[in-house]
């Protein structure tokens, strides 16, 4: 069955900080899609990765990375040095195109304090 | 700009009522979906639709219902049937197939009941 387990429901940090944010999946298929939103206060998701199952390669987009390990089933999302702004809550989703139509689903997501 | 716009952002429902939620793209997007988020969890899928006249029932669809009559719009009917309305709603577009292509959301409605 397709899961998305963010097991960190609170994280607080002081500005800074690296801190990562985990992300673990089950899926049956070899082919789907993993994606990273953050939403802030205002409720509006905001995009910030879209990883296909077949290119594991890590990812660094300015003071945020991503790590997929397939073996372990992970895709987690690093911050570093952290600022207030990075405070949020963050959704991890898994989404397979098959034909009974496509399923995306989203974790509970994980709220990022980061504090001054 | 391009975007997702929804409206209202607060709205209010009394018992037995319908209410219909406005969901419009100017992104030229073929895909656009319905989303329930409640207080502490995910999102989960209400409605999508991939093309003009075409929608799929998602994972919650029951006491709901949409439309799709043009690219653009996607409204979405919260009838009296649902009777656990309260919650933020959330609208996103996507290029291409359904579940494949990143999703662009909108900034919200927030359903309460009175």
Same mark, same amino acid.
């Given at each position: ?116 | ?7 209202? =952002? ?59 009559? =043009? =690219? ?10 649902? =009777? ?12 291409? *197939? ?12 927030? *359903? *309460?009941? *009175?």
């Amino acid at each position: 069955a397709q899961k998305v387990t963010q097991a960190q429901t609170e994280i607080s940090v002081v500005e800074k900080e690296d801190v990562t944010l985990d992300c673990v999946y089950e899926t049956r298929d070899t082919t789907y899609y993993l994606f990273w939103y953050k939403q802030p206060p205002s409720g509006e998701l905001v995009f910030l990765i879209r990883r296909n199952s077949f290119d594991e390669q890590n990812e660094i987009s300015g003071r945020y990375s991503w790590n997929f390990q397939k073996s372990t089933s992970s895709f987690n999302f690093t911050i570093t040095a952290s600022q207030v702004v990075d405070s949020a809550v963050y959704f991890c989703a898994l989404s397979e195109a098959g034909t009974g139509g496509f399923k995306t689903i989203f974790g509970a997501g994980t709220r990022l304090f980061v504090k001054a | 700009d391009g975007g997702i716009t929804q409206s209202p =952002k607060y709205l209010f429902r009394k018992e037995g009522q319908n209410v219909t939620l406005s969901c419009e793209q100017n992104l030229n997007h073929d895909a656009m979906y319905w989303y329930r988020q409640d207080p502490g969890q995910g999102l989960r899928l209400i409605y999508y639709s991939q093309i003009v006249n075409d929608f799929q029932k998602g994972d919650i669809a029951e006491g709901y219902s949409v439309s799709r009559e =043009k =690219k653009e719009s996607f409204p979405l009917t919260v009838t009296s049937a649902q =009777k656990n309305p309260t919650a933020f709603y959330l609208c996103a577009s996507s290029t291409g *197939l359904a579940g494949v292509e990143t999703q662009y959301f909108g900034p919200g409605t927030r *359903l *309460l009941v *009175l």
